[in-house]
């Protein structure tokens, strides 16, 4: 009888060591569950601060580039009136622009493709990285607009300085114009041949008084820009002006034995009458 109980208390052991195994065994497997899951959890709580970090580096790329409304009147301002070189600065800067929008899609694919392989699907980041795209393709389509911008008012400045150096060229001809007198020299038989000069006034030939016949051969006369020269040499000892022009306007003052110098003082004044008549003796 008691061997039985012996018996039956040792296979009652054995059943209890096998229970207490078999729950040691489901304990290890649970803490070690928990433990993965738990670095699981970690891991995809770094992947997630990792990504949110790079979406806010991404995001502040993206805000470095700017293209506010003013941008296009910006570059209008720098381009009016301004080198044709700076066209191609405002190209390069938008180039510039391009490549960074064109880094920074990469760098959002990039991501995108990341989380993905990690097996990281938040609904958060999802909508993070839809944003970033977004914004990405919102500053590439207003760059190509920029570009285009660029390019018209490009040909609005090649045509105002072509304008512009059309009137500079009608100026200068005109100030030119404005500045030329014409003049000439000679005896009085000279002058009266060439018929600059005529005989007027006076009783029975005597008295005349001698002026310009206001009707002038332009051969006969030499041109002078009296913005840029202001003295006439005369070659002769003696020598006055019987035109019109104010005597205040200019001096004649002999210079050696047989010249003389008429020299302008007052060109505004001295060209009111286009044409000096001087005479020789």
């Known amino acids: 009888m008691r061997k039985s ?10 059943l209890l060591l096998g229970a207490a195994a078999v729950s040691y065994s ?7 569950d928990y433990a993965q899951a738990t670095a699981d959890q970690e891991s995809m709580r770094q992947r997630y601060d990792q990504a949110v970090s790079e979406i806010v580096m991404i995001q502040d790329s993206l805000n470095a580039i700017v293209l506010g409304e003013n941008a296009a009147a910006t570059v209008q301002r ?17 180039a510039t622009l391009k490549g960074a929008i064109e880094r920074t899609k990469g ?9 993905k392989r990690n097996g990281v ?25 920029l570009t285009g911008q660029v390019d018209t008012l490009r040909v ?25 007198i014409f003049y000439t020299m000679g005896t009085k038989k000279e002058l009266t041949k060439a018929g600059v000069v005529a005989s007027n006034g006076g009783v029975l030939g005597f008295g005349k008084t001698l002026k310009p016949s206001g009707t002038f051969n332009e051969t006969s006369f030499t041109p002078l820009d009296t913005d840029q020269e202001n003295v006439i040499r005369i070659p ?7 035109s019109a022009q104010p005597v205040s306007s200019y001096t004649l003052t002999p210079i050696s034995k047989d010249m003389m110098e008429l020299r302008i003082v007052d060109a ?13 003796t």
């Open 121 to 145: 699907k938040i609904a958060g980041l999802q909508r993070m990285i839809a944003g970033l795209r977004q914004s990405a393709t919102e500053r590439e389509s207003r760059i190509a607009e």
């Open 107 to 115: 760098r959002i694919e990039e991501l995108d493709a990341r989380l």
């Open 156 to 180: 609005q400045v090649v045509g105002l300085n072509t304008e512009i150096e059309t009137q500079q060229a009608d100026l200068t001809a005109k100030q030119h114009e404005l500045a030329t």
């Open 26 to 32: 489901k304990y290890k497997k649970s803490a070690a």
């Open 78 to 94: 720098d381009m009016e009136g301004q080198p044709g070189t700076l066209h191609d600065n405002v190209l390069t800067r938008i």
């Open 268 to 280: 505004k004044e001295f060209r009111k009458v286009k044409h000096l008549v001087i005479l020789r």
């Open 5 to 14: 109980v012996v018996v039956v208390l040792a296979a009652i052991s054995v």
């Open 236 to 242: 002769s000892e003696k020598a006055r002006v019987l």
